[in-house]
């Protein structure tokens, strides 16, 4: 069983940054993919940005490629997402999550490939 809380989100204007965290415990989680995914309102939750189980790869939603920067901290047991340049349209609860299997890197945009998930922390850009 792993546990994953999400931090750092809030309100910001628009062209401005955001850093959140996901800090993980239960289980070590440098064998793992770990994810980042978004849900607005009325909306199906979306990829955003994963990063394999030792860093050395990641991948990006188009929407966000440029902006934003995920990056894990495997002695913290905590993965980060950097965004910048934030728009209206990255308002979304964010939710970070953990591959279902190690190693694993197959199929990392789809939500049903990871097996934990933390409570989501709310991102609000205004314009």
């Known amino acids: 069983q792993v546990q994953l809380v999400e931090s750092g989100g809030g309100l910001v204007q628009a062209g401005g940054s955001l850093r959140l965290s996901c800090a993980a415990s239960g289980r070590a989680i440098s064998t793992y993919t770990m994810g980042w995914f978004r849900q607005a309102p009325g909306l199906e939750r979306e990829f955003v940005a994963a990063i394999d189980w030792n860093g050395g790869s990641s991948y990006y939603a188009d929407s966000v490629k440029g902006r934003f920067t995920i990056s894990k901290d495997n002695a913290k047991s905590t993965v980060y997402l950097q965004m910048n340049s934030l728009k209206p349209d990255d308002t979304a609860v964010y939710y970070c999550?953990?591959?279902?299997?190690?190693?694993?890197?197959?199929?990392?945009?789809?939500?049903?490939?990871?097996?934990?998930w933390g409570q989501g922390t709310q991102v609000t850009v205004s314009s």
């Open positions: 999550a953990v591959y279902g299997s190690p190693y694993g890197w197959g199929a990392i945009r789809r939500a049903t490939e990871y097996a934990y």
